[in-house]
């Protein structure tokens, strides 16, 4: 009897082990889902006109806010991190954000992040991908 419990509990474990790695996938759309979160990986900088950090190998935490159309990006390497930048749709699964312009602007995907964005003489600029 105590080797059969044993036994459904391992395998039990490795059903709930399962399910939480296949919940966390790297196909989620930043588009059609109420709650999202992704990491991407790749070029990251910052310049502030004082300090100039830059790498080849950095990542952007992504985050949606709760309101819907607001992200929040936190950058590795000590780059400061953009908060409640708003987006709208573009085609069925791109995000661009408000107010984008040839010389600021961000734009995610569920495989891409691309930002060059510039605010009170910061430039933040990321080429990232998941």
Not at 4 to 21: D, E, K, P, Q
Not at 102 to 128: M, P
Request: proline share 2%.
């Amino acid at each position: 009897m105590k080797k059969a419990i044993r036994i459904l509990g391992i395998f039990m474990l490795v059903f709930v082990a399962t399910l939480s790695f296949a919940a966390c996938s790297d196909d989620d759309d930043p588009v059609n889902n109420d709650f999202f979160a992704g990491t991407y990986k790749g070029n990251i900088s910052y310049n502030d006109g004082s300090t100039n950090n830059s790498t080849d190998n950095g990542s952007v935490f992504v985050t949606k806010i709760a309101s819907g159309t607001k992200y929040n990006f936190a950058f590795s390497n000590g780059i400061p991190d953009l908060n409640g930048v708003e987006f709208q749709q573009q085609g069925d699964h791109t995000l661009v954000m408000v107010g984008a312009s040839a010389t600021s602007y961000i734009r995610i995907d569920n495989n891409e992040l691309k930002i060059l964005y510039i605010k009170d003489g910061k430039t933040w600029t990321a080429n990232c991908t998941r």
